[in-house]
Structure formats: C-alpha cells, structure tokens
C-alpha cells in the first residue's frame, strides 16, 4: 500500500525489551499500531513496524526529496522519558492506548529542525505530542481495561533512541 513515509525513532535493544517486558501485562498478541482508515485489510498483518514515536510523515512522492534533506539533519542519540498510560481518540471511532513522552530540550530541537524540512501542520513543534501508541481497537472497554493492566505496576521509565529512520508503511520498509 505505502502511500506514505514516516520518519520515526529507532529504540536500542534493550528499550524495545524494556517495552515488550512491561505490555506483558497484558495480551501482547492482540496488539495492533495501524490506525484504522488506511484501506487496510488485515490490519493486524499489516503491523510491522517497532515500537516508535513519530515525526513527520509525507506523502511517498516526496521520497527522494525528503531524504536528501535528511541529510542536513545532525542526529544524537539520546533519552527519552515515558511518563505515563494514556488514551486518545483514533480514526473512524478508535481509541488509541500509548505511553505519554516526556518532551526535552533535544527532542524539541531535532522536531523543529525535522518540521522545516517540509512541514505538515499535524506535526507542528509547537503543538504536536510525542507519544508510544501500544494498541488501537474501537473497543474503548477492552483499551480501559489493558491501560488499568498497564497502570497497576506502572513506573516512569527511560528509554535511548539510537537513530531515527524513515519508513515506507503499510507494511513497514525501512527506506533508510
């Protein structure tokens, strides 16, 4: 399908096993990351890509301009701090279950710099929210019940962002 690109966070090992460690509270085989609304089949199937926090996303025609201007972009690894369980409203009567990032001085730096690239007012700095999506179901019983799971032992936690990558998606490609 891929009819778009998205620039995205790229956790190390120990960070995604940190995650997979904490959902194991809940059924991790049922977790789903791909909204609804994307003419997507099996969306499940479709749901390859890691857990990440998003920057931008462009339309896939501007593929090769994107990531000649990604070349200017001067990268650090470096940490983020999730604070929270949270729920937000989805596409097509969705909900969405994430961890809530704690923005920093750095992540504001490298979004400003990402946004002027070519910027899409959904991912505007000034407004726009980092966030882990864990799962999307329009079953708001069942995301209530796995962010109640999630909180009974809940504990801010860091996680290192070794790179960022832009992605082809759905299904995920890493294009570089």
Excluded at 6 to 27: Q, R
Excluded at 34 to 59: Q, S
Excluded at 85 to 101: A, Q, R, T
């Amino acid at each position: 399908m891929n009819e778009r690109i998205t620039l995205f966070s790229i956790f190390d090992k120990e960070s995604i096993i940190k995650i997979k460690d904490i959902l194991k509270v809940i059924n991790k085989s049922n977790l789903c990351k791909v909204p609804f609304g994307k003419n997507v089949v099996n969306r499940e199937e479709v749901d390859t890509l890691p857990f990440h926090f998003t920057f931008c996303a462009w339309d896939i025609s501007q593929e090769k301009e994107i990531l000649n201007s990604l070349k200017n972009i001067s990268f650090k690894k470096f940490q983020i701090k999730v604070k929270d369980i949270k729920i937000m409203n989805g596409k097509e009567d969705s909900y969405v279950l994430y961890f809530e990032v704690e923005s920093n001085e750095y992540l504001k730096k490298l979004q400003k710099e990402i946004y002027e690239i070519k910027p899409v007012s959904k991912y505007n700095p000034e407004t726009f929210k980092f966030h882990i999506t864990i799962h999307i179901d329009k079953a708001y019983d069942k995301i209530i019940s796995m962010q109640e799971k999630l909180r009974e032992n809940f504990e801010e936690f860091i996680l290192n962002v070794e790179d960022i990558g832009l992605y082809e998606i759905y299904p995920a490609k890493l294009v570089e």
